[in-house]
């Protein structure tokens, strides 16, 4: 049966570049004879830029991350890689044309994309904008003035944080702001680095060795189409033009233009106002000309549908044109699917618990796909264990199993599996301290949902997409958080913060499509595994640093931030008794209030209120980092120093144009 199916399988994808598998019957159990790859050789130089180019792309994208929460790693095919890639390419073009021994092999590019992609999301949400800042914020909660106190820290050993005092630099600068002119507290973080970054690459190897393991059964035997591959591999060309096929397309430059301009319409806006604004992303109310927020359907069943959203993605139609037609159609189908289920719950009169009852039914079908993913694939991993416990039999018994015998190309990945497995339990049980039976249930939770989400990418071409339920949470809410225990859940959630709570995106939908790209060009899946985990280490190792450090300039931006809002707050309720703002000409700021001077000065002020650097204090001058103006409405912003005029002066801004390191916010209020 498994024969018949494979088979056919070929038969409907007859014409695809994969090269026709040979078969050699043993009992009943049909088996692919697995041929070598072709040889093709890396050249180390070339293997030392793509690393490069991965440090220098963690350290941008996690600086974007924590200062504008823009997430470059976003998606199945990167955002924020593909331009990069781009770039690469037609600097390559031209090298090709002037030194062409220097030049990169298609090979070469495809695998610098394979390992970027690989690790595109690592700096963002996977980990470097969640885990370290919510590790601290066990500490920084537990403190006296929050609901949380002493809730955390006395499950917390001492070697996981920098500190269990909420008080101590390390843990209050990353929430309120490192002072100006103190040093990071890196010291401290050294232990809590040391103890978690092995944990942190242990998750991860744990997937690359699961889609690893994948590969070939995906690749080889069910002949999956892999969508997101077809687009690096269309960029990196081939080896007889200098330039891309596809760059000589007219319709390729149709249609990137098209995806372009409304999204630079769209960022501009952003910035500059009198841009006008595309609208691209709406609601369904909106188009039938209601006012944003307005329910289509005030009242019955129909308000399921109410949440609908009319957005437009230039990006995600060209990739629905490398997808089958049933994919295209599941899209749609079943979110208005999921919407009725919610109006016939409404109609019968269930109207509640409706996340908790989509959660379920997810976890449901995730068992369901898992046991189905893994049933299709029983003779394949069959034999993979099999063809490996001979192997070590006749290593380490050559007297009874005297024949020679090569190891299956998958039993690396099979023994990387078990071990990075067994590693993660160890490191919970004898580190984190977290009961064995807990662990394993979300370990194993973590591999049913990275397997389902690999199998989606690379049979859908997804662009974004994650399990729609948390791990942890889900074993929680299953077996009760009274008997799961308190320390439990405290460490539990805080191992769950490098992607077994992931929200956009899993690291399998990125490494699936990693092996894919290099098979494609050549290479043995070995090869691209190791340079794969050694992307991932280099990728955490560059981004330790940086999230501390960026992560307490974030601090005092965030706290900069919150200033113009608690003084923005303070000048309308003064109004509101008063009749006039309180910075009115006629009004000195303090005189109503001098509790309100610390707020006036930012800590990321170099020149903590002043006008300039040497500026002479005069007896009426309050220093303050801000301009207070009223002009018919309320604007308090934050000015950078060469914008300000000399002494205490305001000054009227139509719009809030500092620059971006400085961060201003921007309040307004119509009169009246």
Known sequence: MWLSATTECY??????????????????????????????????????????????????????????????????????????????????????????????????????????????????????????????????????????????????????????????????????????????????????????????????????????????????????????TQVPMELAGDEERWLPRIFSSSFFWLGFFAAALPISLRGLHLYFPQVPDPRLQRSFAELFGFPPGTPLFPSGPLTAFNGLLAHFYAEMVGIAYLLSREVGFSLWFFLLLRHTEIALRIAVGWDMYHAEFLTFQSIAAYTVMAVAVLWVARHYLAEIVRESGRYWLKRFFPRFFPSPSDPPPEMGALLGLALSFSFLLAWAKWVAGVSALWATAMFGGLIVTSLIVARLVAETGIYIYSAPFRVNQVLFDAFGKDRIGARNLVLLTAMSWVQIRSTATMVSGYLVNTFRLGSLSGLHRSLVASWTLVAILLALISLVLGVVRMGLEAARRAQCANNLRQLYLATKLYEEQFGAPPFHPKHHFLAWNPNLAPLLICPSDPYKGYRHKHMVKPEFFVPESYDFIYWGAYHVVRTPPERRRRGPTNIWVERCCCRPDWGCLHFHLPQG
């Not at 994309?113 to 800042?133: D, K, R, S």
Request: proline residues 9%; hydrophobic residues 50%.
């Open 11 to 228: 038969r409907r994808w007859e014409g695809a570049p994969f090269p026709a598998p040979t078969f050699a019957m043993e009992g009943a159990l049909a088996r692919p004879l697995v041929t070598a790859a072709p040889t093709v050789k890396v050249r180390w130089w070339a293997i030392g830029l793509a690393l490069a180019l991965i440090s220098a792309f963690c350290v941008v994208s996690g600086w974007a991350a924590l200062y504008r929460h823009e997430i470059l790693g976003t998606g199945y095919l990167p955002r924020g890689i593909v331009p990069l890639f781009l770039l690469l390419v037609l600097a390559n073009a031209a090298l090709q044309r002037l030194f062409p021994s220097l030049s990169l092999t298609r090979t070469e590019l495809a695998l610098t994309f394979a390992l970027l992609t690989a690790i595109a999301a690592i700096p963002g949400q996977e980990y470097g904008i969640h885990f370290y800042l919510n590790l601290l914020g066990l500490v920084y909660y537990s403190s006296p003035q929050s609901q949380w106190f002493n809730l955390f820290t006395p499950h917390l050993s001492p070697y996981l944080v920098p500190s269990l005092h909420f008080r101590d630099p390390a843990i209050l600068w990353a929430y309120e702001g490192m002072p100006e002119g103190a040093k990071p507290p890196l010291g401290e973080w050294f232990v809590p680095l040391l103890v978690w970054t092995p944990y942190l690459f242990g998750v991860y190897a744990l997937i690359v060795f699961l889609c690893g393991l994948m590969a070939r059964q995906w690749e080889e035997h069910e002949r999956l189409l892999y969508p997101l």
